[in-house]
């Protein structure tokens, strides 16, 4: 079996560099052939990068969140230029709009946010998009301003219809083990008749745990759980889906094993 987890923040699952590089060791023996690391600002970013570089089969993202509006740091966006330049650094995020925490405000935000939808354009990075509370911005924001490479609706948590909408923007939808949630209806009716070649998985960890491991902090190698889950409510073989959903995310990347 073949997975890529495409959204962990192994920086916040743990900050020892040697308990990151066993977590990443441990998910590969869970079929967690590769994982994307997002780090919300670029301190961390640098940081994990660094704790990480022996481990080649783990890939970056690097951007500012929404949760660092207030403080991205000095000359960010140099930094974010400098960074697109290292090995296996593949992709422009976790970048977007939370409306729900309040960070800074909505302009602030926003304006965040379109920058670096702009660098992502600029540089030929396709972008990891977080979205809470703020799908309608977001989806206005992005029928302007997706980088030619296109965009991931990560950890997602709309439903059908706005799934809909997204998939004609040609962006990628990705679940988390939210979707392994009993109430969650939409995220499964979501998942049950959007085009597979449109989905990802991930982890989101140390957040969304599934279900079957329900009380504790989520970590890369439970991934298992999520493709077993999304394989039963499509009525398809796990591995089969695996490989799909492992394939998305190598075209999606540009990544070619
Ligand atoms: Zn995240």
């Not at 073989?237 to 998305?248: A, K, R």
């Amino acid at each position: 079996m073949k997975i890529f987890d495409t959204h962990a923040h192994i920086g916040l699952i743990h900050e020892d560099p040697i308990e990151q590089l066993i977590i990443v060791q441990e998910a590969k023996q869970a079929d967690v052939k590769h994982i994307i690391s997002i780090c919300n600002n670029l301190f961390d970013f640098f940081q994990v990068y660094d704790n990480l570089k022996t481990a080649t089969h783990i890939y970056h993202s690097i951007g500012v969140s929404p949760s660092e509006v207030s403080h991205p740091g000095k000359d960010w966006e140099r930094k974010i230029e400098e960074g697109t330049q290292m090995e296996r650094v593949v992709a422009i995020g976790e970048i977007g709009l939370d409306y729900y925490r309040k960070f800074g405000n909505k302009d602030s935000q926003i304006s965040l946010f379109v920058r670096q939808l702009e660098l992502a354009d600029k540089l030929g990075f396709p972008v990891i998009i977080h979205n809470r509370d703020a799908g309608n911005d977001v989806l206005e924001i992005l029928k302007e301003k997706l980088p030619e490479r296109g965009g991931i609706l990560h950890c997602y948590s709309e439903n059908w219809a706005y799934a809909q909408k997204a998939l004609e923007l040609n962006l990628y939808i990705s679940f988390a083990g939210n979707v392994t949630y009993r109430n969650a209806k939409n995220l499964h009716e979501t998942a049950l008749n959007m085009p597979l070649e449109r989905m990802l998985i991930e982890s989101e960890s140390p957040f969304m745990v599934p279900a079957a491991y329900r009380g504790k902090r989520n970590r890369p190698s439970y991934m298992p759980a999520t493709l077993e889950f999304l394989a039963q409510l499509r009525d398809m073989d796990v591995e089969e889906l695996g490989d799909i959903l492992y394939n998305n995310a190598c075209r999606f990347f540009g990544i070619s094993e």
